[in-house]
Structures are given as C-alpha cells and as structure tokens.
Antibody, heavy 121, light 103 residues
C-alpha cells in the first residue's frame, strides 16, 4: 500500500523559511517522479513542483508563483521527499501535499494527507 | 488554463451528474479527475480521460479528448457529494478550479 506522510508544517512569519518532508513507502521511491501540490484554505488545488527520478537526472520544475523561493529535493536512501520554502508570503498559507506520479505515466496518482503551513505575523 | 463548469451542482441522490472541464489548449487524453471530501486529500478517479482508477465504481465515467472533457456520475450516492477537480498533465500540471456537487 502506498503511504505518503508529510511533516514539517507550522506557523512561520512572513519572510521566514520552512522545510517540509514526505516519508514514502509502499512503492519503488527511487524510480518515482514526485510532486508537491498545495491548497489554500477554501480554495482549489495548485501544483507547485516536481522532481524526476535519479534516472531522469533528478530534474526539478517549479510553478511560477514559487519559482526561485521553493526548492524540491529527494533522498532516495531515506525514501524521503523535501520542499525547502524560503521568503514565505501570506499567500503561501496552505495545506501542502506530497504526491507520487504514476509509474510509466504522468498523472498524479497518490496523495499524502498533507501538512499545514501558515504564514502570519 | 483549465475551466470547470458549473462551479456548483445541486442534485438529489440517485440522479445523474454531469461535470465539464475545458482546456485552453489541446491536452489530448492527458486528463485526470479527482474527488475531494472535506478534510481529506484528493482521490484519483479517472486518468487518461476515461480510465477508472483501481477501486473506482462503474458509476463514474470519464469521456472526451482534445480540449473538452466530461465526468458523469450515473446515479449519485450519498458518498459522492464532494468537490471534483480535473487535471491536465500534457504540459506540466494544471488543475481546474473545481465543481462542488451538493444536495
């Protein structure tokens, strides 16, 4: 069974930093493309970035609203995905989800339960 | 840009619900549908525009290709009242704004 468990969320001041983690199990993590998505309170879903597998060069792409501030990384030895968030703004307040891409395809297959990030002074 | 309509849909249990999703550019069949209930993570329903994910009941049907897509729920059950999102994955990933299915 695929399990994705996010952690690291919390309250942070504007301009601050936070690192989220996602512990993965139940699938071959080192060959999976992994994404982060978020959902502001009462709003819709937003994809924010993806990291390819090592075979794919661990290439990252980030959505425009977070590019240059957020960085996705992975540690295949720990089956863990990370999201480093810097220069946080109020509009970054959201539930952050770790998502695994489908094997051999590109849709977002399984989601974690999310971790809440609140940016406020 | 992915545009879903309507924003909200009021239906009764047992009725049919039809949800639409339109892409601003061709996405071929690279379209998925998700269901999200309050306080829960999204759950994959449909991928490849029309293929049901594992464990998804047959009352959920996806159709369309190119730019226009439809999710049909043939006979709504109480557990189907939720928000539904489409996602294009032809060029990175973009969600629609969601359709709320309510009683």
């Amino acid at each position: 069974e695929v399990q994705l468990v996010e952690s690291g969320g919390g309250l942070v001041q504007p301009g601050g930093s936070l690192r989220l983690s996602c512990a993965a199990s139940g699938f071959t993590f080192n060959s999976a493309w992994m994404s982060w998505a978020r959902q502001a309170p009462g709003k819709g879903l937003e994809w924010i970035g993806r990291i390819k597998s090592k075979a794919g060069g661990e290439t990252t792409d980030h959505a425009a609203p977070v590019r240059g501030r957020f960085t996705i990384s992975r540690d295949d030895s720990k089956n863990t995905l990370y999201l480093q968030m810097n220069s946080l703004k109020g509009e970054d307040t959201a539930m952050y989800y770790c998502v695994v891409g489908a094997a051999g395809d590109y849709y977002l297959a399984y989601w974690g339960q999310g971790t809440l990030v609140t940016v406020s002074s | 840009v992915m545009t879903q309509s309507p924003a909200a849909l009021s239906v009764s249990p047992g009725e049919r619900a039809t949800l639409s999703c339109r892409a601003s550019e061709i996405v071929h069949s690279n379209l998925a549908w998700y269901q999200q209930k309050p306080g829960q993570a999204p759950r994959l329903l449909i991928f490849g525009a029309s293929t049901r994910a594992t464990g998804i009941p047959a009352r959920f049907t996806g159709s369309g290709s190119g730019t226009d897509f439809t999710l049909t729920i043939s006979s709504l059950q109480s557990e189907d009242f939720a928000v539904y999102y489409c996602l294009q994955y032809n060029n990175f990933w973009t969600f629609g704004q969601g359709t709320r299915v309510e009683i």
